[in-house]
């Protein structure tokens, strides 16, 4: 078996951690080289480049090793989600990774579905519905209100993004923004 290195790699614009892969020398060398980042497959037992067949690519702003030269930090720049179920990185929060799994799975069912097929008004409502409940908690209600009402609302507003088709991580990423302001 080759031995492998711990490669993570940090989008270089953001400092988010997209993804944790594994490297041999092979792909360690093919990344530095190319540009684009490779990996070792241990299930295949074989390189592979990211972004071979999606297309998302991550293209090698720097590779730095740790000091015993057994881990690997790559900063790269993304040319679209990382993770393989269309998310900015792998490393996405536990709600947000249910709903696009809830979506996936296309169960009749499901409330989540349900609410992606209607349009987003629908979600953009609930939005509403369960900001003004919040608010009302807030006001006059006990601290387990305000949590279930915060729930809800923030529930709701990843249906909002994922109804648009955007990804948690662009409010986080507008956050940062202007938290440098």
Sequence with gaps: MADLKAAIVQDDATGRVLMLGWMDDEALALTRSSGLVHFFSRSRQSLWRKGETSGNELRVVEVILDCDEDAVLVRAQATGPTCHDGSTSCFTPWLWRRILQR??????????VATLRQSPAQAARKVGEEAAELAVAALAESDERVIEEAADLWFHTLLVLRSRGLDPAAVEDELRRRDKS
């Design 103 to 112: 979506d996936r799975a296309n169960s009749p069912d499901s409330y989540v």
